[in-house]
Structure formats: structure tokens, C-alpha cells
């Protein structure tokens, strides 16, 4: 090298400079990630759009069965599965309309929300800010994704009479609200059933009741009758959600106001008084009765909250519920409570849970809970099919760990299932495979998740990481070579 002055710029000549290619044209990164998405889609899921099965609306239906595991989702309200099973519907995963819910719980959950016009069980969003734990599931037969209902339910729950009933959901000509024509008095307590005229863009929906654990009451199971019930759903798709309070069941109300007769006092006040038959006009009678009696008790329970007392009997004439409602609050007074903290909201809700039947209670003890998962065991093994989906809700059960670990242990040895994820306020996670607790290792779904994936594409070797594909049971094809996978992308 000629000799230079230090500090003097080098200056290569030609021969030393490097050849450089032609710039090239690269996608904005937006489009970049949707079309590796949609690859990631095409492969994930047999078939695509194609081989579409018109019967279940574009649900590749054989392409489930054939996926090599089947996802579960936990969340802590029940009603918030149904987010799991729209985003399952929106990935191709499972059917828009005709499914089947297996509905596992001390409760049957089939209301329907009181000031939502059935139209806007088609609006996700405002579906979601309307339905609660107990008034999720006929808002989603409106919409057509559940055709039949199975509920399985301890024995100590008796809201609705075990048998096989079809009955029509529909939009009220006059209320726009969602309304059924099953004249079971759990429908008619909550002033939900009318008559089949008075629905429009109504559906036939079948409800099967199934009891387990009988022994508890010294009867015995029927597995002939699981075995009917579920015969007729082998081919179709199914969600199987199971509550823990199937196992344990805990009535949120029962201890209101403790060391007072509140709870008693507002069984009085919303006592139910059955159709004195099963006719049209005396049911109609009983509805409109019903829905009075409603009506006057939420005039006073929305003046007690605004005024911390009742409306002045020279302005409204006293009744039977005005004077009941008089004695709630004197009971509530005479153990200390200031009228201007009691939260009558509350009050009515709990009042409103006295239908037919009130909420069930029933602390299970280490035996009783053995011969439930015994049942429910015997249950699973009638199956015809493995589920679609399978979701469990928590209910904010107290200690439910030790009952979720068992459960999943359970599932996990009569079906291929995916490693769980927890939807905790729209955030999924996943969970570890020895422990029900969030795993701390998981990579949470969040603002990072497309940091994270655009650094998962700059990889050159290494094996993929399939675990997120497994938890939507979006595993990749048999047979297809991962380190092709990451070539092609």
C-alpha cells in the first residue's frame, strides 16, 4: 500500500470497489405480515376455503375432526367463552350456524338480556357490553350459531324438568326483545315465552336436560338416555363448556346483609305464582302479572336509590309489594345499615334470581366431588365424537384450582387436547401443562405479539414453534416439513 499522511481520506480505486445488486422493491411491512398470515392460514387449516360443507356455512367440518388437537379455553365468567367460540367461527374452525353446546353447569344459563333488542345478538361488540352469566346462551341461538342444547347438571339443580324439548326463539313483533314460545315456568318467571304468532325470524331449538351424579339423591344414572341424547349429535359440531360449579355450587346471594332476613324478605317480594294450567290465556295471564310485578318493584328500588326512601303513600297508594318493600328497609335499618349505602341494584338482582327455582347452593364434600367426576367420567365415555371446542368457566369459585387441575387431567386423558389458554379481559395466555396457574414463561398476546412474530420470521435455523398453532388447533398438516415451512415464508 503507497504510503499516506495520516488523518488523509482513503480513496479506493475501482478495482477495489465492491459490486453491489440492484436495490429491490420490498413490501410495506402491513401487507408483508398479512401475507405471511394468510400463508400461515392456508397451511394451518386443510382445505382453506375449499372442500366448503354447505350444511355447517363454510365449516370444513372433516378438517376439524381431523385436526390433531382440540382447543380449550378458561375464563373466569361463563359468558366470555363466546368470544373463544366467535373467534374459533371467524378462523374457520367451527360453524357460523346448526353447532351443538354441551352446557355443563349448576345452572342452565338460558335467559335472555332484558333491555337488548334481539338484533343486536348479530353485533359482537354489543352483545358482549349486554349478556352476563346467565343470559348468554339464547341470545346465540338467535343468532343461529347453537341449534341444540344439552344441559348437564348436578342434582341438586332443578330449574328445568329432565326431558327433550323443541321450542322456537325468536324477536318480538312488539318488545324487538328475544322471546320463546317453552312454556316451562323457568321461561315464564322471567316473562320470556309468548306465544309462536307473536315471534318473528324465529328457530327451532332443541333443549335436552341430562342429571348426573344420582347417587348423591340414592338414584342411579341413565346412561341409555346420554347415550339417546347424544346419538343424535354425533355428526355435528359441539362446544363442550363446563362451569365449576357443576361441581361446587355457591349462591352469590345467599349471604346478603348477613344476621338479617333480607334474603327471606325478598323471596316474599318476588314470589312466583305458576299458570294455573298450561293454556295459552292462563299463561298470558301469569306473564303479564309477572311482568307488573316486576315493573312496580323497580319503580321503588329505582326511588330508593335516587332518594334513600319510598315514594309518599298520598302519591302512590300502598300495595302488597309497597309494604313489603317497606319492611326490607326496616330490616335493613334496624341492623345499622344507612339506607343511602344499600345498593339496591344488587337487591333486585338477587331478588330477580328467585324464579321458579332460586339459586342453587351446594357445598360438595371430598366424597360427593369424587362421585361427580366418577359420573361425569362415565359421561365423556358415551361420546360418539370427540368436541369442537372445549371451554371452562370458572366462576370466580373460590379454591377452583384443585377442581380445574383435576378436570383438565380428566379431559386430557379421553381427548387430544391443546395446551389451555386463559382469556382474562381479552387477553389470552397460555397455562402451564402441570398447573392451572398463568405460566410465567408464556408469551402474553399483547402489544408485542408483532414484534415478537417478525423476529420468529428473521430466524435461519432452529426448529418452528408450534405451540401458538396447537392452542387454536391450527396445527400444521402431516407430513409437512417444518424447516420448508420457514423457507417458503
Same mark, same amino acid.
Given at each position: 500500500m503507497a504510503d499516506r499522511n495520516i488523518g488523509e481520506p482513503i480513496t479506493p480505486t475501482e478495482e477495489q470497489l465492491p459490486e453491489?445488486?440492484?436495490?429491490?422493491?420490498?413490501?410495506?411491512?402491513?401487507?408483508?405480515?398479512?401475507?405471511?398470515?394468510?400463508?400461515?392460514?392456508?397451511?394451518?387449516?386443510?382445505?382453506?376455503?375449499?372442500?366448503?360443507?354447505?350444511?355447517?356455512?363454510?365449516?370444513?367440518?372433516?378438517?376439524?375432526?381431523?385436526?390433531?388437537?382440540?382447543?380449550?379455553?378458561?375464563?373466569?365468567?361463563?359468558?366470555?367463552?363466546?368470544e373463544f367460540v366467535h373467534d374459533m367461527i371467524n378462523k374457520k374452525f367451527f360453524p357460523e350456524h346448526g353447532s351443538t353446546l354441551i352446557h355443563v353447569d349448576a345452572n342452565p344459563d338460558l335467559l335472555a338480556p332484558?333491555?337488548?333488542?334481539?338484533?343486536?345478538?348479530?353485533? +359482537?361488540?354489543?352483545? @358482549?357490553?349486554? +349478556?352476563?352469566?346467565? #343470559?348468554?346462551? $339464547?341470545? &346465540?341461538?338467535? &343468532?343461529?350459531?347453537?341449534?341444540?342444547?344439552?344441559?348437564?347438571?348436578?342434582?341438586?339443580?332443578?330449574?328445568? #324438568?329432565?326431558?327433550?324439548?323443541?321450542?322456537?326463539?325468536?324477536?318480538?313483533?312488539?318488545?324487538?326483545?328475544?322471546?320463546?314460545?317453552?312454556?316451562?315456568?323457568?321461561?315464564?318467571?322471567?316473562?320470556?315465552?309468548?306465544?309462536?304468532?307473536?315471534?318473528?325470524?324465529?328457530?327451532?331449538?332443541? /333443549?335436552?336436560?341430562? *342429571?348426573?351424579?344420582?347417587?348423591?339423591?340414592?338414584?342411579?344414572?341413565?346412561?341409555?338416555?346420554?347415550?339417546?341424547?347424544?346419538?343424535?349429535?354425533? *355428526?355435528?359440531p359441539t362446544v363442550?363448556?363446563?362451569?365449576?360449579?357443576?361441581?361446587?355450587?355457591?349462591?352469590?346471594? $345467599?349471604?346478603?346483609?348477613?344476621?338479617?332476613?333480607?334474603?327471606?324478605?325478598?323471596?316474599?317480594?318476588?314470589?312466583?305464582?305458576?299458570?294455573?294450567?298450561?293454556?295459552?290465556?292462563?299463561?298470558?295471564?301469569?306473564v303479564e302479572m309477572r311482568s307488573e310485578q316486576f315493573k312496580e318493584i323497580e319503580t321503588y328500588f329505582n326511588h330508593l336509590t335516587q332518594h334513600h326512601k319510598l315514594p309518599d303513600p298520598e302519591d302512590i297508594p300502598p300495595s302488597p309489594i309497597y309494604e313489603k318493600v317497606a319492611e326490607i328497609m326496616a330490616e335493613l335499618e334496624? +341492623?345499622?345499615?344507612?339506607?343511602?349505602?344499600?345498593?339496591?341494584?344488587? /337487591?333486585?338482582?338477587?331478588? +330477580?334470581?328467585?324464579g321458579d327455582h332460586e339459586h342453587p347452593h351446594h357445598v360438595t364434600n371430598s366424597a360427593e366431588l369424587d362421585l361427580l367426576f366418577k359420573s361425569f367420567e362415565n359421561?365423556?365415555?358415551?361420546?360418539?365424537?370427540?368436541?369442537?371446542?372445549?371451554?371452562?368457566?370458572?366462576?370466580? /369459585?373460590?379454591? @377452583?384450582?384443585?377442581?380445574?387441575d383435576r378436570l383438565l387431567e380428566l379431559l386430557n386423558s379421553k381427548f387430544n387436547c391443546a395446551v389451555p389458554i386463559v382469556y382474562d379481559q381479552? &387477553?389470552?395466555v397460555g397455562v402451564d401443562s402441570d398447573s392451572t396457574c398463568v405460566s410465567e414463561d408464556v408469551d402474553e398476546r399483547g402489544t408485542d405479539e408483532l414484534e415478537e412474530f417478525l423476529e420468529f420470521l428473521t430466524l435461519q435455523t432452529g426448529e418452528v414453534d408450534n405451540s401458538d398453532a396447537s392452542n387454536a388447533n391450527l396445527a400444521l398438516p402431516e407430513g409437512q416439513d417444518d424447516e420448508e415451512d420457514v423457507s417458503e415464508l
Amino acid at each position: 500500500m503507497a504510503d499516506r499522511n495520516i488523518g488523509e481520506p482513503i480513496t479506493p480505486t475501482e478495482e477495489q470497489l465492491p459490486e453491489f445488486e440492484e436495490l429491490q422493491e420490498f413490501e410495506p411491512p402491513e401487507e408483508a405480515v398479512a401475507n405471511v398470515i394468510e400463508y400461515v392460514q392456508s397451511v394451518a387449516i386443510p382445505g382453506g376455503s375449499e372442500g366448503e360443507n354447505p350444511q355447517f356455512n363454510g365449516h370444513n367440518f372433516q378438517s376439524a375432526r381431523q385436526s390433531k388437537q382440540i382447543p380449550i379455553c378458561i375464563v373466569n365468567e361463563n359468558q366470555d367463552i363466546i368470544e373463544f367460540v366467535h373467534d374459533m367461527i371467524n378462523k374457520k374452525f367451527f360453524p357460523e350456524h346448526g353447532s351443538t353446546l354441551i352446557h355443563v353447569d349448576a345452572n342452565p344459563d338460558l335467559l335472555a338480556p332484558n333491555t337488548m333488542p334481539a338484533d343486536e345478538s348479530f353485533d +359482537h361488540s354489543m352483545l @358482549y357490553l349486554q +349478556h352476563n352469566y346467565d #343470559r348468554w346462551i $339464547l341470545p &346465540n341461538c338467535y &343468532n343461529g350459531i347453537f341449534k341444540k342444547i344439552i344441559w348437564v347438571r348436578p342434582p341438586w339443580s332443578e330449574h328445568i #324438568r329432565e326431558d327433550s324439548v323443541t321450542f322456537k326463539v325468536g324477536k318480538h313483533k312488539e318488545s324487538s326483545y328475544i322471546n320463546v314460545d317453552c312454556k316451562q315456568n323457568y321461561f315464564i318467571a322471567e316473562c320470556l315465552w309468548t306465544t309462536s304468532d307473536n315471534l318473528t325470524d324465529a328457530k327451532n331449538i332443541t /333443549l335436552d336436560c341430562i *342429571t348426573l351424579g344420582n347417587e348423591l339423591s340414592y338414584e342411579n344414572d341413565c346412561p341409555e338416555y346420554w347415550r339417546a341424547v347424544l346419538g343424535e349429535n354425533q *355428526t355435528v359440531p359441539t362446544v363442550l363448556d363446563i362451569d365449576l360449579e357443576f361441581f361446587i355450587t355457591e349462591n352469590p346471594y $345467599l349471604f346478603l346483609y348477613e344476621n338479617t332476613i333480607v334474603y327471606e324478605l325478598l323471596r316474599e317480594l318476588f314470589v312466583f305464582i305458576r299458570p294455573t294450567s298450561q293454556t295459552d290465556e292462563a299463561v298470558t295471564e301469569t306473564v303479564e302479572m309477572r311482568s307488573e310485578q316486576f315493573k312496580e318493584i323497580e319503580t321503588y328500588f329505582n326511588h330508593l336509590t335516587q332518594h334513600h326512601k319510598l315514594p309518599d303513600p298520598e302519591d302512590i297508594p300502598p300495595s302488597p309489594i309497597y309494604e313489603k318493600v317497606a319492611e326490607i328497609m326496616a330490616e335493613l335499618e334496624r +341492623h345499622g345499615h344507612d339506607l343511602k349505602d344499600v345498593d339496591w341494584d344488587l /337487591l333486585y338482582d338477587c331478588g +330477580h334470581s328467585f324464579g321458579d327455582h332460586e339459586h342453587p347452593h351446594h357445598v360438595t364434600n371430598s366424597a360427593e366431588l369424587d362421585l361427580l367426576f366418577k359420573s361425569f367420567e362415565n359421561f365423556l365415555d358415551e361420546f360418539y365424537e370427540p368436541p369442537s371446542i372445549i371451554t371452562i368457566a370458572r366462576s370466580d /369459585l373460590e379454591g @377452583y384450582a384443585e377442581i380445574e387441575d383435576r378436570l383438565l387431567e380428566l379431559l386430557n386423558s379421553k381427548f387430544n387436547c391443546a395446551v389451555p389458554i386463559v382469556y382474562d379481559q381479552g &387477553n389470552a395466555v397460555g397455562v402451564d401443562s402441570d398447573s392451572t396457574c398463568v405460566s410465567e414463561d408464556v408469551d402474553e398476546r399483547g402489544t408485542d405479539e408483532l414484534e415478537e412474530f417478525l423476529e420468529f420470521l428473521t430466524l435461519q435455523t432452529g426448529e418452528v414453534d408450534n405451540s401458538d398453532a396447537s392452542n387454536a388447533n391450527l396445527a400444521l398438516p402431516e407430513g409437512q416439513d417444518d424447516e420448508e415451512d420457514v423457507s417458503e415464508l
